[in-house]
């Protein structure tokens, strides 16, 4: 079954950096594009970042343009999210995702708190 495991979470000062990574098994991970989404404290998931199955095309929201890097590793099964110049706005939980034939697959997700 497709399992999705993030790594990398924890705390951090206001301006640096996080490097978060996902391992996936279960199913084809080479054929599939891959996201980040993130949770605020009471409120719904929210689109982070996505990249193609080969890393041609990456799309990131736009309160994270320019600082977050999505990236793949198509021989491990995993892709990473490099997060840099971190704001107190980005505090939340950070999830892993893949969608294979409609449906959304999740990993379980790893906290990070942006404080001083």
């Known amino acids: 079954q497709v399992q999705l495991v993030e790594s990398g979470g924890g705390l951090v000062q206001p301006g640096g950096s996080l490097r978060l990574s996902c391992a996936a098994s279960?199913?084809?991970?080479?054929?599939?594009?891959m996201a980040w989404y993130r949770q605020f404290p009471g409120k719904e998931r929210e689109f982070v970042a996505t990249i193609t199955w080969n890393g041609g095309t990456r799309n990131y929201a736009d309160s994270v343009k320019g600082r977050f890097t999505i990236s793949r590793n198509n021989d491990k099964s995993t892709v990473d999210l490099a997060m840099n110049n971190l704001k107190p706005e980005d505090t939340a939980i950070y999830y892993c995702?893949?969608?294979?034939?409609?449906?959304?697959?999740w990993g379980q997700g790893t906290q990070v708190t942006v404080s001083s």
């Open positions: 995702n893949s969608n294979i034939g409609g449906r959304d697959n």
């Open positions: 279960g199913f084809a991970f080479s054929h599939y594009g």
